[in-house]
């Protein structure tokens, strides 16, 4: 019988004693007529009486190593089949690249490894936009991702604006404003990541009229919201009711409330002191106080300073130069603001500075008399 061994085969030849034509035992059938000898291959030839034997051998071929089918992946390791293209050939170095992997196959009977194989991990298609407003997203249009990655993008939303975030790659945050990072989950498949920018939500905010006393208001009264909000919902006669709605989908403000003023407030300036000369640059400001002497009290008003030539008549001809905002006075109560003023002043000029407590007569003081202040300023 022929036996493998590493490197090749072995059999023995053993003759006959019969003197017609041999067959050689332990080998292919083959004709023996002299001395037992190791023919080609696995065979026999010729035979000799007495029998004798003869052990043979044959050496096997060696075979360089030849990589397999070069592919996409995206999972690979040494025990994947289709590594090396020949039969019995050792998987050699096998290492992952974090792209791809790579390794060589073993040489047979002594025959030489192959040169380095590869293969590469599999890749992805991220379509990444924006839309809306004036926002972006970077990096943006096709980006490709390797299987079970992730990949980051910078968000950027304009001023007032909120980024709503999605797709079909997940990832986290799904909203955001300013400048921020997402990333999306693992990539098993081409996906999509689309930000949407849209004018960020604003709650609305009561104004300074909330909590106020008054005489009389309406839904056209200043001071019921704060700028840029909408009175809706005004109900009643004192006390009255009402909300400020929320802009671009923002929930309208809790209820908000003024009482009905059932004794008048009288307002006094009792102090206003001014600058009395100033330089041509004109700025100054004047610390005004002032008490409520009434038996009710005043809500939200204004406090502004007028300059203008008449001691007579001050408020003819008169400009507003600096108002500040009192939001109430209880009865009783006094209180100190500072005005800031910038005037448009003529070198060399007396003027008469006016002070003037509730301006625009929002609390329904009766008594005005004492509500204004009068004083000489000269610019040097």
């Not at 004047?286 to 008490?291: D, E, F, L, Q």
Request: hydrophobic share 30%; net charge neutral; with cysteine.
């Amino acid at each position: 019988s022929v036996t493998t061994t590493t490197t090749g085969w072995t059999w023995t030849c053993t003759g006959t004693t019969s003197t017609s034509a041999k067959i050689c035992s332990n080998a292919p059938a083959t004709t023996c007529t002299a001395d037992v000898n190791c023919g080609t291959g696995n065979t026999c030839i010729s035979n000799s009486n007495p029998p004798k034997t003869v052990n043979c051998s044959a050496t096997s071929a060696a075979i360089t190593g030849v990589c397999g089918s070069n592919g996409t992946f995206t999972t690979l390791s040494s025990a994947s089949s289709g590594l090396c293209a020949n039969s019995g050939s050792q998987v050699k170095g096998f290492t992952a690249t974090g792209t791809g992997w790579q390794w060589t196959c073993g040489g047979i009977n002594g025959g030489a490894d192959s040169s380095q194989c590869s293969a590469s991990l599999q890749t992805y298609t991220v379509t990444a936009s924006a839309t809306g407003g004036s926002g972006s997203i970077s990096p943006s249009g096709l980006i490709s991702a390797y299987y079970n990655t992730t990949k980051s993008f910078t968000i950027t939303a304009p001023s007032g604006y909120t980024a709503t975030v999605g797709g079909t790659c997940g990832g986290s945050p799904a909203t955001g404003t300013g400048t921020f990072s997402y990333a999306t989950g693992q990539i098993t498949n081409n996906c999509s990541v689309s930000a949407t920018f849209a004018l960020t939500p604003v709650n609305g905010i009561c104004g300074t009229a909330n909590g106020g006393t008054f005489l009389t208001l309406s839904s056209a009264s200043s001071g019921l919201c704060q700028s840029g909000f909408s009175v809706i919902n005004f109900t009643g006669t004192g006390p009255w009711y009402w909300n400020c709605q929320g802009l671009y989908g923002g929930n309208n403000s809790p209820q908000c409330n003024a009482n009905l003023q059932t004794a008048p407030p009288d307002l006094a300036i009792t102090s206003a002191v001014g600058p009395g000369v100033v330089s041509s640059s004109g700025s100054f400001t004047v610390k005004v106080t002032i008490n409520n002497h009434g038996a009710g009290a005043a809500g939200p008003f204004n406090v502004t300073v007028y300059l203008g030539y008449s001691w007579f008549n001050p408020l003819v001809g008169a400009s507003a130069i600096g108002t500040v905002r009192v939001n109430g006075l209880a009865a009783g109560q006094s209180t100190t603001v500072t005005v800031p003023t910038s005037p448009s002043v003529v070198l060399h000029t007396t003027y008469v500075l006016t002070v003037v407590a509730d301006s625009s007569q929002e609390t329904g003081d009766p008594n005005t008399a004492d509500n204004m202040s009068e004083q000489f300023l000269y610019v040097l």
